[in-house]
């Protein structure tokens, strides 16, 4: 039996008296002699024939007092490891997400192209949006009452046969606006459901200590999407053209079917509800009772609201930075890669077990390093010029600085969602999973696009307003929020409750 994502040994033979592991956590009793394994050694407990209980304390602790303290630097790919099912399915996610950055780029290249308008690339993500957060909210609700494979499954055919179809698009040279909006928007929506069943069915694949691992192995896969799949785009479309370019996407995405398909059947545990707005508000109601899960919504929400500068990078690098879009293209690529090598050195964040503090303190340190990209441009005289500028025409000190505050924001953000993640799936009851995930979609989602709004407003003032007062807003209203709920500094991620 599974309970929450972590294993239950019966391999023991029954005899007159029957030992069972204790200090392991809830459904986790094993029969028989306790080999540790996966989950380590733990105390035991001896029933007699008459019923009494007898403990028997756990084993001492290594004689070599280095052996308990020396930690690896690097990312932890234990999970890789011991569970192939997860193998495949991060293989899979990491190498079609490539292909994913990849047509989201190309279809933004091609509606410009046709358009030669701006606005209609930004309406790419606004005509997908409301979409996605419904996605995430009844694919959680999918999730929660049927076999997770499947619904992964039926999602990724949808995924699959919309990106065949944006393909045949331009193989067809329609060259319709509309169509495209229509087609990504579907991809999205498949993509969101997709997302939303493989988070529920991790925890199911590995056991609860592998958690914040696993979470770092998807920070890699995410930063290599983010880096190589845009950079792909740029490449295939000045190379090959538009139809090639999304064919490769097809070919890519392909190696999704191959991380779910070959998952065992995944059913949630527990009570189910049919999908419904009785099986959401059932969701709402437990969210409501979870304060540690809650907490970390609401901190991401003041980090994504208050913390997320991303639309002052074109006036940055025209009137401020200069170097027009290679600094617009620097300044992306910063963030991405402070939270691609946060993952790369992740190996001790695993041995955390006070992932709440971990999250006030990461998302503390996002707020102060937006802050500091504030000060760099604070400090930093006006500079004319245009789009098209070179970096010869950049100030390279204020660009170095401005990379460095957005990468250490990058890194912060990423140990953020490791912890976050984990207390996420592990807990959650398996049966809430799928809900929970979506509601954590509808945040992820709407977020950003509420920091895009208060940068908006903000910026009117001057240029280096919204990330200075928004970090600064960052650091004080985490603060805020942890003084006002006290029991999520003292999460233990060995007895996690939601």
């Not at 690097?74 to 190498?95: E, H, K, M, N």
């Not at 009785?278 to 913390?307: Q, W």
């Amino acid at each position: 039996m599974r309970t929450h994502g972590r294993y239950s040994d019966g391999d023991g033979t029954p005899n007159r008296s029957t030992t069972v592991a204790v200090g392991a956590g809830p459904g986790r009793t094993r029969r028989g002699t306790d080999r540790g394994g996966l989950h380590g050694p733990a105390g035991m407990c001896t029933i007699g024939k008459n019923g009494s209980l007898s403990a028997t304390p756990p084993p001492p602790p290594p004689s070599d007092p280095a052996a308990t303290v020396r930690r690896p630097l690097f990312v932890d790919v234990t999970p890789l490891r011991t569970s192939p099912a997860f193998a495949r399915l991060f293989a899979g996610s990491a190498i079609s997400g490539i292909g994913t950055q990849l047509t989201l780029v190309a279809v933004g290249l091609e509606i410009f192209e046709i358009t030669r308008s701006t606005f209609a690339v930004a309406l790419v993500g606004v005509v997908s949006l409301v979409p996605m957060i419904l996605a995430g909210l009844y694919g959680g609700m999918l999730a929660d009452a049927f076999d997770r494979r499947k619904v992964a499954l039926v999602a990724a055919v949808f995924a699959w046969l919309s990106t065949a179809a944006i393909a045949l698009h331009a193989y067809l040279g329609l060259h319709e606006v509309w169509l495209l909006y229509l087609l990504t928007t579907v991809n999205a929506v498949a993509g969101t459901m997709i997302a939303t069943s493989r988070a529920s069915i991790v925890p199911r694949l590995l056991p609860r200590e592998l958690l914040p691992a696993a979470s770092a192995l998807s920070g890699i896969s995410m930063g290599l999407m983010l880096t190589v799949g845009p950079a792909l785009a740029g490449v295939l479309v000045a190379s090959v053209g538009f139809p090639l370019t999304y064919t490769v996407d097809v070919v890519l995405f392909s190696t999704a079917f191959l991380g779910i398909v070959t998952l065992p059947p995944i059913r949630p545990e527990g009570e189910t509800q049919r999908p419904g707005l009785e099986s959401l508000r059932f969701g709402l109601a437990f969210l409501k009772r979870s304060p540690n899960i809650r907490t970390t919504f609401v901190m991401d929400v003041v980090a994504m609201t208050f913390g997320m500068p991303r639309v002052l990078y074109p006036v940055v690098g025209t009137l401020v930075i200069g170097g027009g879009a290679v600094t617009v293209g620097v300044l992306s690529a910063s963030f991405a890669v402070g939270a691609l090598l946060s993952s790369v050195f992740s190996g001790r964040l695993g041995h955390v077990r006070r992932q709440g503090v971990a999250v006030r303190w990461a998302i503390t340190a996002y707020g102060l390093c937006i802050a500091a990209f504030g000060v760099v441009l604070l400090v930093t005289p006006a500079h004319g010029g245009d789009v098209t500028a070179g970096l010869d025409q950049a100030n390279l000190v204020a660009l170095g600085g401005a990379a460095l505050a957005l990468a250490g924001a990058g890194a912060s953000d990423n140990v953020s969602s490791i912890f976050r993640s984990t207390i996420l799936q592990s807990a959650a009851p398996d049966a809430m999973r799928g809900r929970l995930q979506g509601i954590f979609i509808v945040v992820v989602t709407g977020g950003p696009r509420v920091g895009d709004l208060f940068v908006g407003l903000v910026a009117g003032i001057a240029v280096f307003w919204p990330p200075l007062l928004g970090g600064l807003l960052v650091v004080a209203l985490v603060a805020l929020v942890a003084r006002l709920t006290p029991a999520f500094g003292r999460y233990d991620a060995e007895a996690p409750t939601p």
